[in-house]
């Protein structure tokens, strides 16, 4: 069994959201959530985290902040696009500054629309991020007996 | 000799179920506390099986080495004290791990790290003086350093050292990095400049940070379990009660206190060792 799924670790990035969906994913760990049922912590440390909340579409400005974030956590790892700015750009896609959707800088791995999302979205993102944490943690083993880097 | 090697291991073995039940209960009843469900009570388990899974990655070699010094060091100083040894000894091992785990964190030179690493050690400075003055009070009650000496006991030495026993209790909350005191790590979300002293520490290297810390619990407890110990059977039940309520209070501090400065923590950590331990101490020394 992988016990990647019992215990996603979360850390919270604010690309350019409107800070409407940040609200929304601080809510999702408050009492009335309360994503810590599931095993979530909000670490705010990129080489603690397993799951990549990005809220807000990406631009010049913040492509290579997304990045250096998703490089500096460890495998396995997921990334959930929170809100439809992070999926596709959202209101903002016209815009002349911005680039697009966090799939634009980073591998996505779910998708979470929603304008703002709610956190019920935000927790079910989570879980089928967790199933994929899961697969990507048995890849890892199995290519640690392989004895591949 | 040979108690302290059977106590070593067993501690080794014994300890980490029960700090892992521990820090799992901590959680749960923080989460009721907040009006929350909590994660299952098994949850640090898990967070720490899963960071065992999670790919090796550090920024030097040296920083493992240190942290596994320093569980190595905590395991040896809760072995030390629950083989019955001598109690000086223990308060000096474990000592050495917090330095361990500090020097772990400078190694990285990490900005963030660092901070922690600065915070960490005033948090030694802190309750060091207090659990230096807890084991001569624990001498002058006893006749001995060794910690087995309370099985033969009349009394518990609570009733000559309750006052030092107050003041474990003060610098206790400092020493398992609860709020007030949480200055080098919080355990609660982001309230931290990145995560403190373990910022650069990550995967199996956090996992053993985290064993020392279950490891580091039983101990802290086991102190505070010594001063209810003598020569009776019914000691250990009372002694079992005493260390549950004692948490339960560290737990109700850790949630109802936010965080204070730590010129608050130095200065009220050395005020209590001195009134605490020094006025036991005097009053030990005219009985
Ligand atoms: S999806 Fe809506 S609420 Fe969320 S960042 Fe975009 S505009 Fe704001």
């Known amino acids: 069994m992988a016990f990647a799924s019992k215990s996603p670790w979360v850390i919270h990035y604010d690309a350019s959201s409107c800070n409407g969906c940040d609200i929304e994913v601080l809510a999702t760990l408050c009492p009335g959530f309360d994503g810590e049922r599931f095993g979530v912590i909000n670490t705010g440390n990129p080489k603690h985290a397993d799951i990549f909340l990005v809220t807000g579409s990406v631009n010049h400005q913040n492509i290579d902040v997304v990045k250096e974030i998703y490089d500096q956590m460890l495998e396995p790892k997921v990334v959930v696009a929170c809100g439809i700015c992070a999926c596709t750009g959202g209101i903002f896609r016209d815009c002349y500054n911005v680039i697009g959707g966090v799939d634009k800088a980073i591998p996505v791995d779910v998708y979470a629309p929603g304008c703002a999302v709610r956190p019920e979205a935000i927790i079910d993102a989570i879980v089928e991020g967790v199933a994929v944490l899961d697969q990507k943690s048995k890849a890892l083993k199995a290519q640690k007996k392989r004895g591949g880097e | ?287």
């Open chain 2, 1 to 287: 000799m040979i108690s302290i090697l059977i106590g070593t291991i067993a501690f080794a073995i014994l300890a980490p179920v029960v700090g892992c039940l521990l820090s799992g209960f901590d959680r749960v009843v923080s989460a009721r506390m907040q009006g929350r469900v909590g994660p299952p009570i098994l949850q640090p388990y898990y967070d720490v099986r899963k960071l065992l899974e999670k790919e090796h990655a550090s920024v030097n070699a040296a920083e493992g080495v240190y942290v596994t010094c320093a569980l190595v060091f905590a395991v040896l100083a809760g072995g030390i004290f629950f083989g019955g040894g001598n109690l000086l000894m223990c308060v000096f091992v474990i000592t050495l791990s917090s330095l361990m785990f500090i020097v772990a964190a400078y190694s990285t030179r990490s900005p963030y790290a660092e901070i922690g690493a600065h915070r960490e050690t005033l948090q030694v400075m802190a309750y060091e003086p207090m659990v230096l003055l807890m084991a001569i009070a624990f001498f002058m009650a006893t006749g001995s350093f060794d910690v087995n000496a309370v099985l033969g006991l009349d009394a518990p030495i609570i009733t000559t050292a309750w006052l030092a026993f107050l003041g474990l209790l003060y610098i206790l909350t400092i020493k398992l990095r609860k709020s007030p005191f949480d200055l080098s790590m919080s355990h609660h979300a982001h309230q931290e400049i990145v995560r403190g002293i373990t910022t650069e520490m990550s995967g199996p290297t956090l996992a053993k940070v985290e064993i020392m810390h279950w490891y580091e619990n039983v101990l802290f407890l086991g102190w505070i379990g010594m001063f209810f110990v003598w020569g009776s059977p019914i000691s250990i039940a009372l002694t079992l009660v005493v260390m549950v309520l004692v948490y339960l209070l560290e737990i109700l501090i850790d949630n109802n206190f936010a965080r204070v400065k730590w010129q608050l923590m130095l200065k009220s950590a050395w005020v209590v060792a001195l009134l605490a331990g020094g006025v036991n101490i005097a009053v030990l020394a005219f009985l």
